[in-house]
């Protein structure tokens, strides 16, 4: 632990780091910077300072209750054993690396937050420093992981309407909203966001946007800043958005699907070996880990009541416990790009993945399982090649947890993702969820996605 005056020496530095990054802001016409975290229910919370105060808040951080890791996503509040009521206070700091000024919303900058306690010390329930870590122990063990999250919205009109309502991926919606898109595209190149492509997804109003890869982190905090810079071009042009996992009782929802790829000592895990599709023995053993703790992963990366509408069969969901070669419903999607380039775009796709989870969580358990794993023979199950739904039920797959409940108690009993949370955070997000699915047992499907679409 740091000494007093070591301590003040930090807080001294980073101070000084940040009158550097207001100076430019301000040279930049910035007037207040955002300073957000994630939730344990998903939801983007924020912090906002004056330029002027970006200093103080680099170097001693801003004021916040720890009670918002029992926030449920109706901002009504639970307790945990460790965390809740109104009792206490933390710290939030900026990240000065990751300062963006944010090209939809003139005179704003955003930048994600850590969350410390007022000693200075990591939060033991922040979610950005748990990714942080778990990414410098694979860092530590020869792994670099990238990753990227494929954003998926319903574009909507003030109404609640569908403001797209051309075909499923089809131009005519791309024509409909073409200058809506033409901003977007606009404002994420001013941030510095590399976007590979967007286009029209398969229910009314559905888009999606595909980033490039990058660290753990990174891909958590750009797609924090996606889903803001979608939201505030949104506006700007009279239209609403929703991230959650269903917008329509039974329709095709909203995913929030992570591509993951590996390298070990510079070599390619998941292209260029003897193991099928080209896996390497670590890169085999990677997804062999991921399958095997699907079931806890699930319950961070579709964490939600109305991510249970979502995970159903046959609508691309991937509900099945399954891996597949290039197979849109298996849960572990292998994809080994095009020749030529399969040393550098073979990826893992994680499919359950939807709006309702912590990017932050979800990326520190992928990390954490790759990392555990890859060292070790792990054998791969045979993949499904197809629709795990149409087998013969005595061959079907075992479905991802199907209620809150069940998911918590995968969750609960995973050594590995459990170990990785720890007692307070562990206890405080199966909080969430258990409260969340009280708050809403007995509600209907509509009820369910009337409660929750614009949370998101």
Same mark, same amino acid.
């Given at each position: 632990m740091a000494t007093a005056s070591g301590n003040d020496a930090s807080m001294d530095d980073a101070a000084r780091a940040g009158r550097i990054a207001a100076a430019e802001l301000t040279s930049r016409d910035v007037h207040a910077v955002a300073l957000t975290w994630v939730d344990n229910a998903g939801v983007t919370r924020v912090k906002t300072v004056p330029v002027h105060r970006l200093a103080h808040a680099a170097g001693w951080g801003v004021g916040m209750s720890p009670v918002f890791d029992v926030f449920l996503v109706d901002d009504s509040v639970t307790t945990s054993e460790h965390v809740g009521g109104?009792?206490?206070?933390?710290? !939030?700091?900026?990240? %000065?690396?990751? /300062?963006?000024?944010?090209?939809?919303?003139?005179?704003?900058?955003?930048?994600?937050?850590?969350?410390?306690?007022?000693?200075?010390?990591?939060?033991?329930?922040?979610?950005r420093t748990l990714a942080r870590t778990a990414a410098a122990r694979a860092a530590a063990l020869g792994l670099e992981l990238r990753m990227a999250f494929e954003v998926e919205w319903y574009l909507a009109t003030a109404d609640g309407g569908p403001a797209a309502t051309g075909p499923?991926?089809?131009?005519?919606?791309?024509? +409909?909203?073409?200058?809506?898109?033409?901003?977007?595209?606009?404002?994420?190149? =001013?941030?510095?966001?590399?976007? +590979?492509?967007?286009?029209?997804?398969?229910?009314?109003?559905?888009?999606? /946007?595909?980033?490039?890869? *990058?660290?753990?982190?990174?891909? *958590?905090?750009?797609? /924090?800043?996606?889903?803001?810079?979608?939201?505030?071009?949104?506006?700007?042009?009279?239209?609403? /958005?929703?991230?959650?996992?269903?917008?329509?009782?039974?329709?095709?929802?909203?995913?929030?699907? %992570?591509?993951?790829?590996?390298?070990?000592?510079?070599?390619? %895990?998941?292209?260029?070996?003897?193991?099928?599709?080209?896996?390497?023995?670590?890169?085999?053993? *990677?997804?062999?880990? %991921?399958?095997?703790?699907?079931?806890?992963?699930?319950?961070?990366?579709?964490?939600?009541?109305?991510?249970?509408?979502? !995970?159903?069969?046959?609508?691309? =969901?991937a509900p099945y416990r399954c891996w597949g070669h290039e197979n849109r419903e298996a849960a572990l999607r292998l994809v080994t790009g095009s020749p030529g +380039?399969?040393?550098?775009?073979?990826?893992?796709?994680?499919?359950?993945c939807d709006g309702a989870a912590n990017p932050y969580l979800v990326v520190a358990a992928v990390t954490e399982i790759v990392a555990a794993s890859c060292g070790h023979d792990l054998r791969l199950p045979a993949e499904v090649p197809g629709d795990p739904a149409l087998l013969p039920e005595d061959r079907r797959p075992e479905r991802l947890p199907e209620t809150a409940v069940a998911a918590v108690a995968a969750l609960r009993a995973d050594d590995l993702l459990a170990g990785l949370l720890g007692p307070a955070l562990l206890e405080a997000y199966c909080a969430v969820r258990l409260a969340e699915a009280d708050r809403f047992a007995g509600a209907t499907p509509q009820e369910i996605v009337e409660a929750t679409r614009w949370r998101y």
């Open positions: 109104p009792a206490g206070d933390l710290r !939030l700091f900026p990240d %000065l690396d990751r /300062v963006t000024v944010l090209a939809a919303q003139p005179h704003w900058a955003w930048a994600p937050a850590d969350r410390r306690t007022q000693d200075g010390e990591p939060w033991p329930c922040c979610q499923a991926y089809g131009m005519t919606r791309v024509v +409909e909203v073409a200058a809506y898109l033409d901003d977007l595209f606009q404002a994420l190149a =001013a941030q510095d966001v590399p976007v +590979e492509q967007i286009h029209p997804e398969y229910s009314p109003g559905q888009f999606e /946007v595909s980033v490039a890869a *990058a660290d753990p982190v990174l891909a *958590a905090d750009r797609t /924090v800043l996606v889903r803001q810079t979608v939201r505030a071009v949104s506006q700007r042009h009279g239209l609403r /958005v929703s991230f959650a996992p269903v917008v329509s009782a039974g329709q095709v929802g909203n995913g929030h699907h %992570l591509h993951v790829s590996a390298r070990r000592d510079g070599q390619a %895990l998941f292209s260029g070996g003897d193991r099928p599709h080209g896996l390497r023995p670590a890169g085999e053993a *990677a997804m062999a880990g %991921l399958l095997r703790r699907l079931p806890a992963l699930a319950a961070l990366a579709s964490p939600g009541v109305a991510s249970r509408l979502r !995970l159903e069969p046959q609508r691309w =969901a +380039e399969r040393d550098r775009a073979a990826n893992v796709e994680v499919k359950c």
